[in-house]
């Protein structure tokens, strides 16, 4: 079986300040990790993945999340965050299939 | 380029009604996945099928739900007999035939049992 935990249920930062959103998995076989970010009454959009190769994964707007084989966590950060990051923002992982399962999400808000 | 595309977009149906929501995968893909997204939870997986094939339906209900991709066409995601507790935002993925790797998104269905 697989899981995700998103620890923070909401992430607050004021513009400019780096942001981290925090996830660690759960896996039997060899983790395949994701973010993907949620906007009001949208669908999600991919950020970035982890496959295998380099810890640290750059993905989109800025993004780049680290994965950390030891503390079994792949949390995603950006180093300076804008008003327009605020949304609803989910981790999610796979094993040697196709079945992603999903953290319950961090809504991040960015205050100007 | 278009991506994944759903409609409706939202759909209300009153109790014992039946609810199609449909999914056209992004060009050149051909494995679909289905998940379901209840209020304040994370996504859950439904179903994964490939054209005139369902793989898993280990996530679907045992009764009341189906799903098909046919050989021409969109995905189709049937309720039938809807239930309050159906109401849930439904989405839809998919990815490229060499594989599950990264399954991109459309923008889901909302769907709204009266």
């Known amino acids: 079986a697989q899981s995700v935990a998103q620890p923070e249920d909401q992430v607050n930062v004021a513009e400019g300040n780096p942001l981290t959103v925090k996830c660690t998995y759960s896996v039997s076989g060899n983790p395949y990790l994701f973010w993907y970010v949620q906007y009001p009454n949208r669908g999600l959009q991919f950020l970035l993945k982890?496959?295998?190769?380099?810890?640290l994964v750059k993905g989109s707007y800025g993004f780049e999340a680290e994965f950390n084989k030891s503390q079994t966590s792949f949390h995603l950060k950006k180093p300076s965050a804008l008003v327009s990051d605020s949304a609803l923002y989910f981790c999610?992982?796979?094993?040697?299939?196709?079945?992603?399962?999903f953290g319950a999400g961090t809504t991040v808000t960015v205050r100007a | 380029n278009a991506g994944v595309m759903q409609n409706p977009r939202h759909l209300v149906r009153r109790r014992g009604q039946e609810a199609r929501l449909r999914c056209s995968p992004m060009k050149g893909h051909s494995h679909v996945y289905w998940y379901r997204q209840l209020p304040e939870e994370g996504l859950k997986f439904m179903v994964y099928l490939q054209k005139e094939n369902i793989i898993d339906e280990s996530g679907m209900p045992k009764e009341r739900f189906s799903a098909e991709f046919p050989k021409e066409g969109p995905s189709i995601l049937r309720i039938q007999q809807v239930v309050r507790g159906d109401s849930a935002a439904y989405f839809c993925?998919?990815?490229?035939?060499?594989?599950?790797?990264?399954?991109?998104f459309g923008p889901g269905t909302r769907l709204t049992v009266l």
């Open positions: 982890y496959i295998t190769g380099d810890n």
């Open positions: 993925a998919s990815s490229p035939p060499q594989g599950p790797d990264t399954q991109y």
């Open positions: 999610a992982v796979r094993d040697d299939d196709y079945k992603l399962s």
